[in-house]
């Protein structure tokens, strides 16, 4: 769910500028988490201040948020819903993107590429911070989740299947490993060469060479597994999941912690370079760690919304 990369040049659609003339004014201050979820719901949570809602006027499921820098965030979601934001949330665009079905991840890489996917195989992608977007060749998989190198050379992408493909510049869409137990996310360092997969069942999945060979890691549990994060130096990895788990694993040892009743899902997460972590959920759920997610502790927030996603609009950059 990290940066991103791209395939096949040759044959891009290109699709409409991209932005619809409907701006939506807010009053929110740049810096803090962003968290979406179901009908539409957005809040941003400031350090010092309760979750503020957005008024989106939008009632679509939100699945996904993308942030870079202080200032530009990315949403994407049901029935092909894709937004953005160029003034930290001041003003939102609605992108025509001629997209009907679901989009479920998108990821911005350090430069001006931007990813969404979702299901039937939807792939999107822009090279200019998502003024304009193309349509580049895919196949028929149910995408959950998208990553990519900083500079967006090779994107990684997580199939409902199992199947993980890989996408560059000018290349067929590559299937870099076949399909198993259902995969959830994806998240890659900035390099490239180091990936982190997570699904059904505490499914783990890494590779250290750019997805060349997989190696399927002892699960530390058996909860399904929603979102993963991977350092920068590929040491740790951390993941949340079924009945509000929580794993961190480095150097071989796990911490594994269950904080919800076993009903309710952990469905997104983000952690910044500082250890600053935010985990979000069923009913509302909202978890933090101060330590790069070796220990979670639960905020009550008052929110009961199904939150799906979260990220941070900073300056200190990701895990």
């Known amino acids: 769910m990290r940066s991103a990369a791209l395939p096949c040049l040759a044959a891009l659609l290109v699709l409409a500028p991209a932005c619809s003339n409907e701006k939506k004014d807010t009053t929110s201050e740049t810096s803090g988490s962003w968290l979406v979820g179901d009908d539409g719901a957005m809040y941003r949570i400031a350090a010092s201040a309760g979750p503020e809602l957005y008024p989106l006027d939008e009632d679509r499921d939100l699945l996904a948020i993308a942030c870079k820098g202080l200032d530009r965030a990315w949403v994407v979601g049901e029935d092909g819903v894709l937004l953005s934001t160029a003034d930290g949330g001041a003003r939102w665009e609605t992108h025509a993107v001629d997209v009907d079905e679901t989009l479920r991840d998108v990821t911005a ?22 003024a304009t977007w193309t349509r580049p060749p895919t196949t028929a998989v149910d995408w959950t989740g998208v990553a990519a190198d900083e500079a967006g050379e090779r994107a990684f992408l997580a199939g409902a299947d199992g199947s993980i493909w890989r996408h560059e510049p000018d290349a067929p869409l590559t299937r870099v490993r076949a399909p198993g137990p259902a995969l959830s996310d994806i998240s890659v360092t900035p390099a490239g060469d180091a990936i982190a997969a997570v699904g059904q069942g505490g499914w783990l999945l890494t590779s250290s060479d ?4 997989w190696e399927i890691v002892a699960p530390p549990t058996d909860r399904d597994l929603n979102a993963v994060v991977i350092a920068h ?29 076993p009903a309710l899902h952990l469905r997104a997460l983000h952690v910044s370079a500082d250890g600053h972590g935010v985990a979000v959920g069923d009913a509302g759920a909202v978890l933090v760690s101060h330590d790069a997610g070796e220990r979670w502790i639960i905020e009550d927030l008052g929110l009961v919304d199904t939150l799906r996603g979260v990220d941070e609009l900073e300056g200190v950059g990701h895990l």
């Open 233 to 261: 130096d590929g040491a740790t990895i951390i993941a949340v999941g079924e009945a509000g788990v929580t794993v961190h694993l480095r150097a071989g040892a796990a911490i594994v912690h269950e904080h919800l009743d």
């Open 210 to 213: 750019g997805g060349a060979r």
């Open 109 to 130: 890489t350090a430069g001006a590429v931007v990813l969404a996917v979702g299901d039937g195989g939807a792939l999107l992608r822009s090279e200019d911070l998502g």
